[in-house]
C-alpha cells in the first residue's frame, strides 16, 4: 500500500516538474489590416526554440473572394531574423502548418543568445506557389496583391523572456 501511494505522489510530482520546464510563452507581436487581409505576427518561446508564427486571414473588404476571417492559405511566406549590430541571421521558408489555434505560417528556430532581433516576414500572394484566380466579369476576384514586407523587433533578455519592440 505505502509503495503505491508512494509512486503515486512521484508520478503527480514528475508531471507537475515537466508541466513546469515545458511553460510555452506566446507573444503577439503586431496586427494590423493590408490588401483585405488580416496579419498577426508573433513568437512563441518553447524551452530553447523559438516558433515564429504568421496569421494571414481575410477582412470584411477583401476582393479576392475570400470569406471574412478565412485562413488565407498557399501564400509564399519567407522569414529572416536578425540579431541587432551582429552578423547573425537566419532566413528560411515559413510552412503553411495547423495548430490548436488554427492554420498558419510559421518555423521554429534557436536564437544567437540574449540581445535584440529584427524579423521581417515576406508575404507573396498565392499566386507565387501556383494557385489562380478566375479574372472574368462572371466570376473572377481583384488581382492579387504585390509581396511586401512586415518587419517587427524584439528582444530576448538573459533570463530567456521575449519583450516586444517596433513593428513598420
Not at 522569414?79 to 495547423?98: C, D, N, Y
Not at 488554427?102 to 540581445?115: F, H, I, K, N, S
Request: charged share 15%.
Amino acid at each position: 500500500m505505502r509503495y503505491s501511494v508512494f509512486c503515486g505522489l512521484l508520478s503527480v510530482c514528475l508531471i507537475s516538474v515537466t508541466a513546469q520546464a515545458e511553460e510555452v510563452v506566446n507573444t503577439t507581436l503586431a496586427s494590423m489590416d493590408k490588401d483585405g487581409m488580416n496579419l498577426s505576427s508573433g513568437v512563441r518561446l518553447e524551452g530553447k526554440k523559438l516558433v515564429l508564427w504568421s496569421r494571414s486571414k481575410a477582412n470584411a473588404y477583401n476582393p479576392n473572394g475570400y470569406i471574412t476571417n478565412d485562413f488565407i492559405p498557399f501564400c509564399k511566406v519567407t522569414f529572416e531574423v536578425k540579431k541587432v549590430g551582429t552578423s547573425w541571421h537566419q532566413s528560411f521558408i515559413a510552412p503553411m502548418r495547423l495548430t490548436q489555434t488554427g492554420p498558419e505560417y510559421g518555423q521554429a528556430t534557436v536564437l544567437d543568445g540574449a540581445g535584440q532581433y529584427q524579423w521581417t516576414v515576406h508575404y507573396q500572394s498565392p499566386r507565387a506557389n501556383g494557385f489562380y484566380r478566375h479574372i472574368d466579369k462572371a466570376t473572377g476576384v481583384a488581382p492579387w496583391w504585390k509581396p511586401f514586407d512586415l518587419t517587427y523587433s524584439f528582444s530576448l533578455d538573459s533570463q530567456g523572456k521575449i519583450h516586444k519592440g517596433a513593428t513598420s
